[in-house]
């Protein structure tokens, strides 16, 4: 069973970053697509970043050019580094693995990312 475990959220001032990880146990992380989400109150739940096993990354419209999608793997971990955060950026942010042979999703439980005005 994997089991994936988001940290770094917190409160952070508009314009200000934080640095969210994904870690898990087992090679999921290196060698399955990895998604970062994000749910807001009342909104349904969006996809903010996504990293292949080849490296290749997509993003969401709203986070280009401010969010960062990436491995680290030293910590083992696909960390989400978000810059220039504004209040819209306010949500549940969710880690999403998949193998690519079976495409089964998992989640983690969320990291709660704050901005204020």
């Known amino acids: 069973q994997v089991q994936l475990v988001e940290s770094g959220g917190g409160l952070v001032q508009a314009g200000g970053s934080l640095r969210l990880s994904c870690a898990a146990s087992?090679?999921?992380?290196?060698?399955?697509?990895i998604s970062w989400y994000r749910q807001a109150p009342g909104k349904e739940r969006e996809m903010v970043a996504t990293i292949t096993p080849g490296s290749s990354t997509n993003y969401t419209d709203s986070v280009k050019g401010r969010f960062t999608i990436f491995r680290d793997n030293a910590r083992n971990t696909v960390d989400l580094q978000m810059n220039s955060l504004k209040p819209e950026d306010t949500a549940i942010y969710y880690c999403?693995?998949?193998?690519?042979?079976?495409?089964?999703?998992?989640w983690g439980q969320g990291t709660q990312v704050t901005v204020s005005s």
């Open positions: 999403n693995a998949k193998f690519i042979w079976t495409m089964t999703p998992y």
């Open positions: 087992g090679s999921i992380l290196s060698v399955g697509i």
